[in-house]
């Protein structure tokens, strides 16, 4: 096929879904397993020049009215330690949506881009004004 020589982008969705029956209990075996697979996928990545989106569920902690920063990995607290680059999505009302940087070593952590997400497609946009207390 020709599709694949070209590829470049690998995406894992929801690999919570993967690794969470494996860390419950003492999840020892369960983070072990999750460093060797990240140790992979960067691996691939270098030899091969794919790009790898991982999606992780998160858990909110109620302590800030910023969903970005009020949020932590569902798969506990080694995850934040394996990505190259970590960023956050929050949903801001009905369309609007912002992407935070929460590790990079390349871009400023804490950096936000703010989207809008329609029927016409993705948009940049300004953040939300917050609402009076």
Same mark, same amino acid.
């Given at each position: ?9 690998? %995406? ?22 999750? &460093? ?64 935070? &940087? ?14 809008? &997400?329609?029927?016409?497609? %993705?948009?940049?946009?300004?953040? %939300? ?5």
């Amino acid at each position: 096929d020709k599709f694949f020589p070209n590829l470049r982008l690998v %995406v894992v969705d929801a690999i919570g879904s993967i690794f969470a029956p494996a860390i419950g209990g003492n999840g020892l075996v369960g983070h072990a397993q999750m &460093v060797a697979a990240t140790m992979l996928m960067q691996r691939i990545a270098t030899r091969h020049h794919v790009a790898f989106v991982v999606c992780n569920h998160t858990t909110g902690v109620g302590r800030s009215s910023d969903a970005a920063e009020d949020s932590s990995p569902a798969l506990g607290q080694s995850w934040p330690y394996l990505p190259c680059v970590s960023i956050a999505l929050a949903r801001h009302g009905e369309e609007v949506w912002s992407a935070t &940087v929460r590790k990079s070593n390349k871009v400023d952590v804490g950096r936000s881009a703010y989207f809008k &997400v329609s029927e016409r497609g %993705v948009e940049n946009t300004t953040p %939300v004004p917050a609402a009076p207390a």
